[in-house]
């Protein structure tokens, strides 16, 4: 069982930064993929990030260029930094665990997720 904690959201204007971040507790982190998804209000849950045990990566459209995702075993954490923020990019943003290594855009690919924490960014 992995608990999960996101934290580092918060208001922004657009093309500020931010760096989100999600600390683990349960579980062998190293072993699972983790995923970064978002949720605007009124819209379905939708994939941002993901970074394999090995580190490979995937991206969004919407996210490649502007965010990078990456993790720190020793730490036991997942992170989001995000530059070049929009308007569009509001939303919450929900850290998520798997034990697989495929299929990581699809939110059923997860098992585990943390509470959110809320991106705005104003015009």
């Known amino acids: 069982q992995v608990q999960l904690v996101e934290s580092g959201g918060g208001l922004v204007q657009a093309g500020d930064s931010l760096r989100l971040s999600c600390g683990a507790s349960?579980?062998?982190?190293?072993?699972?993929?983790l995923g970064w998804f978002r949720q605007a209000p009124g819209k379905e849950r939708e994939f941002v990030a993901a970074?394999?045990?090995?580190?490979?990566?995937y991206y969004a459209d919407s996210a490649k260029g502007r965010f990078t995702i990456s993790r720190d075993n020793a730490k036991k954490s997942v992170y989001l930094q995000m530059n070049s923020l929009r308007p569009e990019d509001t939303a919450v943003y929900y850290c998520?665990?798997?034990?697989?290594?495929?299929?990581?855009?699809?939110?059923?690919?997860?098992?585990?997720w943390g509470q959110g924490t809320q991106v705005t960014v104003s015009s």
């Open positions: 998520a665990a798997t034990v697989q290594a495929y299929g990581l855009r699809a939110i059923s690919a997860y098992d585990y």
């Open positions: 349960g579980g062998t982190f190293g072993t699972y993929a």
């Open positions: 970074i394999t045990r090995s580190a490979t990566i």
